[in-house]
């Protein structure tokens, strides 16, 4: 299982970012979200998101100096408790999707397998399901 | 704090530099938001007799209680202020995400108060305000003012700008926000007599709501509504959601209702080349969508620039596709997409812009009118570009023009003021009068002048009322009235609630804030703000008499398909009468003391 993304399809509504900061904060606040979508106007925007197992090398594991972040059966975690919020994983991460704020670092953590962001696109600009090898 | 609401609104006084937070007392959280806030703000506080260019006229920007929440389509923002293109109270409106992004400051609202002595920039960062200098895009276009504000100041900031027209006081500069604009009533007008230039708004925080659980499931139930709308190809929001608001030109023009060459005709030749299906087929599109919202109506194109580089622009709406397309004749594509850019570029209402031009183009054709230089006919490319820039630079012609429809007719004299397709000096919307009565009588009654989005427009292009009969329309189009009123509290999108049960609205309030309000409480809510708004404009100097159409209408509409329709003068009347009466009015449209005690709004009576 993996995110799918089609960067086309995505009109910038922002339903996912919605939906992920509720999820995870139970407010809606933009800068809470694990999904960010970045204006590139007029051409299509950037999609901020882990991509787990699907990211090589998962370098952000590698880059925390005080082991905070693991792979735990494929999802890619970071552990509040021991971040240090210096930044490390943030600069490595190769697609821009991890957020610091008040001293801790934060990205998806895939909901426990259903993301809330995946259910409320309706263009099917984000999905998350097997992908074909 | 009372759940999605702050209860703050931000008053800057613009000569003065400073700011404050206000907060909103119960009187005004009565009105729930949204229009709401605005029209009692601005009654309470601006004498509707000033000049509306003069620094005692104040910009209400509101939101509310379901602006930034998971509910979808309710991205806009309202705009009240006192019109200088009708001389009303105006409420205008625009979607994206300025709305939320004033909610995330957490406030409920903006007032611009007095006027800056130099062209300034405001930076607000939550509830703190910053002034900067705008000298350096003195002159810009809307697209270069807001590039200017992320660039220099942060991408973060959600951006609202003037244009030249704006700056040049011209009677219908609207006031931009990135991809979506306040087009109506000139309040880019009013921004620019208060020289700001441009506003960026930058919010940290969150919007919670009193009752998570209730606003999860309703959200949720909303969105399955939405979803089938949309996937429904014989549902508006269906249409809308595949080709943008111009998907549903092929349907008036079925009708013999599109408006074409100054309202003469009800039909346009070339119309199948500047709808929105033509413009999804034959350009690069993306679809566009304001926060939150599953439909993206709105559209992006890639045009063939002229130096064979790429050309983006904005997809015309269907108010546009006739303004400056079947309305002027003009059925090319490049020429209706290239119009549509310069008004925003420029930053002027396409809809007023067009029916003006429109008119010019009439008296030109009649001998009436003539601009040196310029050969002005229906059609012509150079007649509709050039006019554009004309008005917007107030060269020439352009500059008796860009006073609005009526106030050039009134300049050129000759009888033209009949031939000036407009209510209050608000141009027609993109529906025929003569093909449809009810929303010809709300066209004369709107607060705002020759308003679409209170008409019953729906009811009468499906033929769920007969559109040619004047029989219970008074009736219907009060109802309309009151209706949008009461949703525009919330500022839900004028597309929501087609498809969204009245009754949600009271349950969505109610999870937001935590506030028992009923549907039947919201809708008298409704017209109260509408009383309100028409004793303002009565104070203002208007009367019976500005609640007129254009004597154009009393000649039939040409072309088969229009059924030769016309307005009958007495049947109208007639009509005006029933409305006035049916509304608690007197005779010349003044609201009877006993109505204003009913709504508790009697200290209001002129």
């Known amino acids: 299982m993996g995110f799918v993304i089609d960067v086309g399809k995505c009109t910038e509504c922002k339903r996912c970012v919605i939906a992920c900061s509720l999820a995870k904060t139970g407010v809606v606040r933009m800068r809470s979200s694990r999904i960010e979508i970045r204006p590139n106007w007029p051409e299509v925007p950037e999609i901020r998101l882990c991509r787990h197992e699907d990211c090589e090398g998962q370098p952000c594991i590698e880059a925390c100096p005080v082991g905070a972040i693991s792979n735990v059966d494929g999802v890619v975690l970071i552990d509040g408790e021991a971040c240090i919020g210096c930044g490390a994983c943030e600069t490595v991460c190769p697609y821009h999707a991890i957020r610091i704020e008040d001293g801790k670092a934060f990205k998806c953590d895939l909901c426990g397998g259903d993301p809330a962001c995946v259910h409320e696109c309706v263009t099917g600009a984000i999905e998350y399901r097997e992908v074909a090898e | 704090m009372t759940g999605s609401m702050s209860d703050r609104i931000l008053r800057i006084d613009l000569g003065a530099k400073t700011s404050s937070l206000w907060a909103v007392p119960d009187d005004v959280r009565a009105y729930l938001g949204g229009i709401g806030y605005g ?77 800056a002595a130099e062209w300034s920039i405001l930076l607000i960062d939550d509830a703190s305000v910053r002034f900067e200098s705008a000298e350096a895009i003195v002159g810009a276009t809307t697209d270069e003012a807001e590039a200017y504000v992320k660039e220099t100041y942060g991408a973060d900031y959600r951006t609202l700008s003037i244009g030249p027209a704006g700056e040049r006081a011209v009677a219908m500069a609207g006031t931009f926000s ?121 559209r992006i194109h890639k045009f063939s620039g002229a130096d064979g580089g790429d050309l983006w622009g904005r997809g015309p709406e269907y108010e546009t596709m006739f303004s400056l397309g079947s309305n002027l004749l003009n059925g090319n594509p490049e020429t209706l997409a290239e119009a549509n850019r310069l008004t925003e570029l420029y930053g002027v209402d396409s809809l007023t812009t067009g029916v003006t031009i429109a008119w010019a ?199 088969e398909t229009s059924q030769s329709s ?33 709504l508790g709004i009697g200290d209001y009576a002129v």
């Open chain 2, 361 to 559: 183009l009439e008296m030109a054709e009649a001998g009436e009118l003539s601009a040196p230089g310029m050969d002005l006919k229906f059609g012509d490319p150079d007649s509709v570009l050039g006019l554009i820039h004309a008005i917007c630079t107030r060269e020439g012609i352009g500059d008796t023009l860009a006073k609005g429809p009526r106030e050039a007719a009134l300049e050129l004299g000759q009888g033209s003021l009949g031939r000036a397709m407009q209510v209050k000096n608000s141009g027609f919307a993109a529906w025929m009068p003569r093909r449809m009565k009810g929303t010809g009588l709300a066209y004369a009654t709107s607060n705002r002048g020759a308003c679409h989005k209170r008409a019953p427009i729906g009811a009468e292009i499906v033929g769920a009322v007969d559109m040619d009969s004047y029989e219970g329309k008074a009736g219907l189009v009060i109802e309309i009235q009151d209706t949008v009123n009461a949703v525009f509290t919330l500022i839900s999108c004028r597309f929501h609630e087609f498809v969204t049960d009245h009754e949600v609205y009271p349950k969505l309030v109610a999870a937001a804030t935590g506030r028992a309000v009923s549907w039947s409480e919201m809708v008298t809510l409704g017209e109260r703000i509408w009383n309100l708004e028409k004793l303002f404009n009565l104070k203002a100097g208007l009367t019976r008499a500005d609640d007129k159409l254009p004597k154009k209408c009393l000649e039939p509409v040409l072309g």
């Open chain 2, 566 to 598: 016309v307005i009958d003068e007495a049947k109208f009347e007639a009509m005006l009468d029933e409305y006035y009466e049916l509304r608690g009015w007197d005779s010349d449209g003044a609201p009877e003391p006993r109505k204003l005690e009913e």
């Open chain 2, 39 to 115: 029209v009692k703000i601005l009654s309470d506080e601006v004498d509707p007799s000033i000049d509306p260019l003069s620094s005692e006229n104040k910009i209400v920007l509101t939101v509310g209680p379901l602006t930034g929440t998971s509910v979808p389509m309710h991205a806009q923002t309202c705009l009240v202020t006192k019109s200088p293109l009708t001389g009303t109270i105006l409420n205008s409106y625009a979607g994206g995400f300025l709305g939320p992004e004033i909610k995330f400051c957490g406030l409920d609202g903006i007032v611009l108060e007095d006027a």
């Open chain 2, 178 to 298: 990135e991809t979506r604009a306040f087009g109506r009533g000139g309040a880019g007008a009013v921004l620019g007599s208060k020289r700001i230039k441009a506003i960026g708004v930058r919010g940290t925080g969150g919007v919670a709501t009193a009752d998570p659980g209730a606003m999860r499931a309703l959200t949720a139930q909303n969105m399955e509504v939405l979803r089938g709308a949309r996937d429904d190809q014989y549902s508006l929001i269906g249409v809308f959601s595949k080709y943008g608001t111009g998907g549903g030109m092929p349907l008036v023009q079925g009708h013999g209702a599109l408006p074409t060459k100054n309202h003469t005709y009800g039909s346009f030749d070339g119309a199948e080349r500047i709808d929105g299906p033509f413009f999804e087929e034959n350009l690069y599109t993306r679809r566009i969508a304001c926060f939150g919202c599953p439909i993206h109506c709105g």
